[in-house]
């Protein structure tokens, strides 16, 4: 079956504009997950959805952002890019139920912010 | 904010040899979870490890737990070229709703 797709794959955006990507899990994965990884801080937790709600948010400004759609699609946006937000943005979807699954991480979207 | 470290930061080793890497954390967790990121791609599950577990194995990676030192390893044995990448242990901490909490990673280098 096909694994997490996350688009684009790459993005260069001016600070001050926003951005919005986009992930779509494996069919059959209810729960969507958002992670940033950069250099200096390495893998952060974004977000998680499940079943169209936000069910646990990570430490990150209210300029970052999120939705999951009623076919669980994701999308995240960042409003008013800053340099810092330069970063590579995973996306990972697991099974419904408790804990003990590994997650199925997509390919990511390079974001650089000039 | 990450769990914890890993240890060594880097690893260069030739194939044939085994490598093996070190993961601290600093809360209780449900379960560690080791994954492997080739080159700023995506991450690749290789196998979790549950709270009540001390060791697993899946083909050739052994991973060992131990929750009084709140610490892991992975051994991956008879390395490949191929088994170059990063590779990060996380956890999914006791009470808290999912998430992974990744530790700093080790950059693996398997010479040919």
């Known amino acids: 079956k096909a694994g997490v797709t996350q688009t684009p794959r790459y993005l260069i955006k001016t600070r001050g504009q926003q951005v919005t990507l986009s992930c779509s899990p494996i069919s059959g994965h209810r729960s969507v997950s958002w992670y940033q990884q950069t250099p200096g801080q390495g893998l952060q937790f974004l977000f998680e959805y499940f079943s169209e709600t936000q069910r646990n948010k990570g430490n990150f400004p209210g300029r970052f952002s999120g939705r999951q759609f009623s076919n669980s699609r994701s999308e995240m946006n960042v409003s008013t890019l800053e340099l810092g937000d330069s970063a590579l943005y995973l996306c990972?979807?697991?099974?419904?139920?408790?804990?003990?699954?590994?997650?199925?991480f997509g390919s990511g979207t390079r974001l650089t912010v000039v | 904010s990450q769990q914890g470290e890993e240890d060594p930061q880097a690893l260069s080793i030739q194939e044939g040899e085994n490598a093996t890497m070190n993961c601290s954390y600093k809360t209780s967790i449900n379960n560690l979870q080791w994954y492997r990121q080739n080159s700023g791609r995506g991450l690749v599950h290789l196998i979790l490890?549950?709270?009540?577990?001390r060791e697993k194995h899946s083909g050739r990676l052994r991973v060992t737990l131990d929750t009084s030192k709140k610490s892991s390893s992975l051994l991956i044995t008879a390395s490949r070229a191929a088994d170059t990448a990063s590779y990060f242990c996380a956890t999914v901490t006791s009470g808290s709703a999912r998430q992974l909490t990744f530790g700093s990673g080790t950059q693996l280098t398997v010479l040919p």
């Open positions: 490890i549950r709270s009540n577990e």
């Open positions: 990972a979807s697991r099974t419904a139920g408790g804990v003990d699954y590994g997650y199925t």
